[in-house]
């Protein structure tokens, strides 16, 4: 199993821009009184948005995402 998983591409998830910007998206959807439950559903959204992916998911807290920040989703 750890042979296939070092075949996937890696990315660090949180950098200083990921982190700044998902602080940013939290605060723009709070002040549109949208509250993310999870603080790492931000990180991980953020971290598509920033680097354009497409995002594979099934949890209704990246639809703010979607709507209001230009989050894509598959």
Same mark, same amino acid.
């Given at each position: ?11 660090? @998830?949180?950098? &200083? ?6 602080? &940013? ?5 709070? &002040?549109?009184?949208?509250? +993310? ?11 598509? +948005?920033?680097?354009? @992916?497409?995002?594979? &998911? ?17």
């Amino acid at each position: 199993a750890k042979h296939l998983l070092t075949c996937l591409p890696f990315r660090e @998830i949180l950098g &200083q821009e990921v982190a700044w910007q998902s602080a &940013q998206n939290y605060r723009l959807l709070r &002040q549109r009184g949208i509250t +993310i439950r999870n603080t790492m559903n931000v990180i991980i959204g953020t971290f598509c +948005i920033v680097n354009r @992916i497409r995002l594979l &998911q099934n949890n209704n807290d990246f639809m703010p995402m979607v709507e209001h920040l230009g989050l894509t989703v598959l």
